[in-house]
């Protein structure tokens, strides 16, 4: 990935977010392959950090499916290797129209063709629209090409209801929008040891982006790839209230798996949703209930994660 602007090759550019990656987007993302391909053009996503929402709207809690390395990651997967992060500021939102197709689309990434969505708008208070940018493409010598809202509504998935159903714990159906697992990417730290005592060690993750969107509190099936072996278990989000807990935390118990991985960075593919966090009236009896947990998470995991 190119975190820059610095490329000066020709590239095929589509503009947006992309937050989650979803099987909307990947439709572009192939297009932009395509293209590129066809032309002899450098597919390249144009993507701003941080959320436009964030600068704009102080008080826009927005909570996002990806981190940016998450998203690299991703976009990568799908064959996507140059990423332009374009760092968004109040500054940066008062470019006009025309500013910002010059400096950033012309003369920083040496557009040829640009591929927008139906009802793409861009520069100052976001007044401008595919009209102007047909214009824009005439004036700079670059080509754009729509994509229609048919196409986009072929996939009726938008960012929005993703979040959605992952803050209403629908795994299954945020993971068929995304067209991949949900994930979650953090360091593990030590936690109070309490899984441990009761035959459940638990890896604490540790997740530092404050604006990456954590689903409903619950247990969880899970994987994970730990020194390049895929790795099953089950997550617990949620704060512990058996032992009256008062902050969330992020607890993965994995199976058949016993290595020191404090500090390592993991990434967690969340499968299935098992049930609700809950309060027992004895830590025996949660026991007992993890145990149920263990056998229903492998039940899925034989049936469809293997």
């Known amino acids: 990935m190119k975190p820059n602007l610095d490329d000066k090759t020709n590239t095929v550019v589509t503009i947006g977010t992309f937050d989650g990656v979803h099987i909307g987007h990947q439709k572009i993302i192939q297009r932009l392959i395509e293209v590129g391909n066809n032309k002899g053009l450098t597919p390249t996503i144009l993507t ?5 929402r964030m600068v704009l709207q102080k008080d826009a809690d927005i909570k996002l499916l990806n981190t940016l390395d998450e998203k690299k990651q991703i976009l990568e997967q799908f064959g996507l290797k140059n990423l332009v992060v374009k ?10 129209a025309q500013e910002f197709v010059e400096t950033v689309l012309v003369k920083q990434l040496n557009a040829k063709h640009v591929i927008i969505g139906y009802d793409h708008h861009f520069g100052r208070n976001r007044t401008a629209n595919i009209d102007d ?35 209403e714990g629908e795994i299954q159906t945020a993971n068929s929008y995304l ?15 309490l899984g441990r005592t009761i035959n459940f060690p638990t890896a604490n993750i540790a997740i530092s982006e404050n604006y990456k969107l954590i689903p409903k ?31 969330q935390t992020v607890e993965v118990n994995f199976f ?36 149920k947990d263990k056998i229903n998470a492998l039940k899925f995991i034989n049936n469809h994660a293997q």
């Open 87 to 96: 760092k968004f500021t109040k500054e940066f939102s008062r470019l006009t």
């Open 179 to 193: 067209g991949y697992p949900f994930v979650i990417t953090g360091a593990v730290v030590k936690g109070k040891g």
């Open 256 to 291: 058949n798996f016993n290595e020191n991985i404090y500090d390592k960075i993991l990434t967690i593919e969340i499968l299935e949703r098992l049930r609700n966090e809950e309060k027992f009236e004895s830590v025996d009896v949660l026991k007992q209930q993890l145990l």
């Open 48 to 52: 701003f950090f941080p959320h436009p």
């Open 217 to 247: 509190q619950g247990v969880y099936v899970i994987k994970s790839t730990i020194n390049k072996e895929i790795i099953f278990g089950m997550m617990n989000i949620g704060t512990n209230p058996t032992v009256n807990g008062k902050t």
């Open 133 to 167: 940018l047909r214009a824009f493409g005439k004036q700079y010598n670059f080509e754009v090409e729509e994509i229609t809202a048919q196409d986009i509504n072929d996939v009726a998935v938008s960012s929005t209801k993703i979040r959605t159903a992952l803050f």
